[in-house]
């Protein structure tokens, strides 16, 4: 459960509406309704980043890319491979671009747009996929299954088993959904934000859907909690809203009278986008901070391989140099990390619902080395090219480094 600071403070940039946010450690991109706005210091100061002239209605920082960020506006997608220094256009030409997901496992971008859902392996090229009669505001993406994959729409939420080629209606026909949310910790609880009729949630992967409490107005955003299905913040037309019990009661934030657009996690923070009135920051209180550096947040794993040592928590893998006092992050952000393992200094290994990733410079880069959501990995101490991985689906070990992996039978000894 969370504990709240029923407060929030503002940050600019001031007028104007904002729409949307991604995060990339300490930078976060704001897409508003005059371009990108760019902050270098977690939201307290802001600076135009380009596309001023365009309604930016969703932006995608890469997580591994390089300073690649990609722009959704009124007229296609724009993206800049310098942190929003320079743009180019990269498709879907006069189409208002409400949504820019990203499907890690296999590498690909979708696009929800005012006629359909379109694809992308590189950000730069796009074809259309699917749903053209509808205008796709949100889109999700089962944690578990990737090829399982949700829309909100103009007319009800659709569900897809095909990584989107084709879509079947969920729920909620005739209602305008602007927001969909699958959960991370549950992949069967999906939230959905709708135009008028408040926030709806399905328990049954989308089988079926509920009206929750906060039952009336309009709710354009929502932002979950990782590791509780229960735990969920609103964003609606009279500020932000809250529920630790799966939307069966929901507690008024602040920000009366204010329209919520956009969402975020911020460290130990959220980070709300307004309409005209710039962005707010609201502080959270998970715990009492107690190492400089390091999230208040949830730490699965912690491994020491002096003099640094390295853990895995929610939202990243951190690093420290002066046995903990001090922590810095990695160049890896945005998953839940259960598992971090290192027997030589800088090679690190970190295992999330996205896969296991591997490290040789002591987290400045990382490469996905095995796909699936891996919950544990160890390296065998006396020969460090053995190392084993307990996934969803079963043991998988290797035998070369972690360049190559097998599915392990029992007769595989154990480190």
């Not at 619902?353 to 390296?379: A, H, P």
Request: aromatic share 14%; proline share 3%.
């Amino acid at each position: 459960m969370l504990s709240l600071y029923y407060s929030w403070s503002s940050g600019g940039p001031e007028g104007g509406i904002i729409y949307d946010f991604s995060q990339k450690g300490d930078i976060i991109y704001a897409g508003t309704s005059g371009g990108v706005y760019k902050s270098i210091n977690k939201g307290r100061s802001w600076i135009g980043s380009g596309l001023k002239f365009y309604n930016v209605f969703s932006v995608f920082a890469h997580p591994f890319g390089v300073d690649t960020v990609l722009a959704g506006t009124e007229k296609g997608v724009f993206i800049s491979y310098d942190g929003g220094n320079s743009w180019d256009f990269a498709g879907i030409d006069n189409k208002n671009v409400y949504d820019i997901i990203f499907k890690l496992s296999a590498s690909v971008y979708y696009a929800g747009t005012d006629s359909g859902v379109w694809k992308s392996n590189t950000g730069n090229i796009w074809s259309y996929l699917s749903l053209g009669e509808r205008e796709v505001y949100s889109i999700d993406i089962d944690p578990i299954f990737p090829s399982w994959m949700y829309a909100g729409t103009d007319s009800g939420i659709f569900k897809s088993t095909n990584s989107g080629n084709s879509w079947s209606l969920s729920g909620l026909p005739g209602i305008k959904v602007f927001c969909i949310r699958v959960s991370r910790n549950d992949p069967s609880t999906i939230y959905a934000g709708t135009e008028y009729h408040g926030c709806y949630l399905s328990t049954d992967g989308g089988n079926t859907w509920d009206q929750t409490s906060l039952d009336t107005g309009n709710v354009y955003i929502l932002l979950l909690d990782s590791l509780d299905k229960d735990v969920a913040f609103a964003g609606t037309d009279s500020g932000v809203f809250f529920t630790d019990d799966g939307g069966n009661t929901w507690i008024h934030t602040g920000l009366s009278r204010k329209v919520i657009y956009g969402l975020e996690y911020l460290g130990d923070s959220i980070i709300a986008g307004t309409k005209g009135v710039g962005v707010f920051i609201h502080d959270l209180l998970r715990w009492n901070r107690s190492s400089a550096g390091l999230k208040p947040t949830y730490t699965f794993s912690i491994v020491a391989p002096f003099p640094q040592v390295y853990a895995g928590i929610k939202g990243g893998v951190y690093v420290s140099s002066d046995t903990a006092n001090e922590w810095d992050t990695t160049s890896i952000y945005n998953y839940m990390f259960y598992s971090v393992t290192s027997e030589v200094r800088d090679t690190i290994f970190a295992g999330c619902e996205d896969g296991l990733f591997m490290s040789s410079d002591g987290g400045g880069s990382w490469t996905r080395v095995l796909s699936g959501n891996v919950k544990s990995c160890k390296i065998n101490p006396h020969n460090h090219s053995f190392i084993l991985a307990g996934l969803s689906d079963g043991t998988y070990h290797s035998t070369d480094g972690g360049n190559t992996w097998v599915k392990s039978q029992p007769t595989v000894p154990l480190i």
